[in-house]
């Protein structure tokens, strides 16, 4: 189901809620989408894109968003090195229209040789699913992560072409989101999966997530960061930034067993050779093709050094 509208505080719904659309240049629109996150939004995705810009819609289910100029100037102050938008309205929509709205930009998208991003919604349509993939049902909510970014199906793909190779007991999802990483690798073959994600919005979610694709064992959450965590894993999964995947370069080494995988997303084409090469200094090395990209966004799949 789709965030619910919003209610009075004596459980009357409202007869309205709020959508923002702002145009993001693209360096910052997952910055953007965040912080709406941040801000009270119930959910946030991309409309359309292109190269150089992303146009974004949020749904505000609380009282008014703050006025435009507070909103841009407090993403200004605690993100003052990324662009603002450079276009950015709200408007006051019927609630009556949130379920048809909301569903509307959220259709199944096939992604590698497998798996088929759906939500559950269309489940009961008889024609979802012409080539027989494994279905990857996740709801969208409050976590990012549908299958329709660019940055989601290359580590979708390249979690696909690992688990092709070898299926690990556990594996861990670093900005876990909606889980749809963590899900979609215990759909292929991973035994057991830890999420890990900043915001506790996010945590509920990912073990229903977990629940709608049919995986008894709901995975292991924490809500914080790597640094956090002990131990190894043979599979690790950061669909993040670059300038956080930068930052959690040494976390993210040391949580990587001997030998396992490590699949990065999240960085724009132009990003990913600063990334490679901080993470080739840590002993990383490439696993077969150095660098996949999907419409200007880059995903990197590398192997840890066995000793």
């Not at 992604?111 to 993939?133: H, M, Q, T």
């Not at 390249?158 to 299926?167: D, H, N, W």
């Not at 999240?266 to 200094?281: D, I, N, T």
């Amino acid at each position: 189901m789709p965030p619910q509208p919003p209610s009075n505080s004596d459980g009357i719904p409202r007869q309205w809620y709020w959508e923002a659309q702002a145009e993001v240049p693209t360096a910052s629109a997952e910055l953007w989408g965040d912080h709406c996150l941040a801000q009270g939004a119930a959910g946030a995705h991309w409309l359309e894109e292109s190269e150089d810009w992303v146009r974004m819609v949020c749904y505000w289910v609380g009282e008014a968003p703050p006025p435009v100029d507070a909103w841009l100037e407090s993403f200004r102050l605690e993100w003052p090195h990324a662009e603002p938008p450079v276009r950015f309205t709200t408007a006051r929509k019927p609630v009556e229209n949130w379920a048809s709205q909301w569903r509307a930009h959220f259709r199944p998208v096939a992604v590698g040789r497998k798996l088929l991003v759906c939500p559950p919604w269309v489940l009961s349509e008889p024609d979802f699913n012409p080539e027989g993939r494994l279905p990857l049902v996740i709801d969208p909510g409050q976590g990012f992560g549908t299958g329709n970014h660019p940055t989601t199906w290359l580590a979708l793909a390249l979690l696909e072409q690992a688990l092709t190779e070898s299926a690990p007991n556990r594996l861990l999802d670093v900005g876990c989101g909606s889980g749809i990483l963590a899900a979609g690798g215990c759909l292929l073959g991973a035994a057991q999966a830890v999420t890990v994600d900043i915001d506790p919005r996010v945590m509920e979610e990912v073990a229903a997530n977990f629940r709608l694709n049919g995986l008894a064992l709901p995975p292991l959450r924490v809500c914080g960061g790597p640094e956090s965590l002990q131990g190894t894993f043979p599979l690790v999964l950061a669909n993040i930034t670059a300038p956080v995947l930068l930052a959690l370069a040494p976390h993210l080494a040391r949580l990587t067993a001997p030998g396992g995988r490590l699949i990065l997303s999240g960085m724009l084409e132009g990003e990913a050779e600063e990334v490679a090469r901080e993470f080739a200094r840590l002993g990383f090395s490439p696993q077969g093709e150095p660098l996949h990209v999907r419409e200007g966004w880059a995903a990197l799949s590398l192997v840890h050094p066995s000793t």
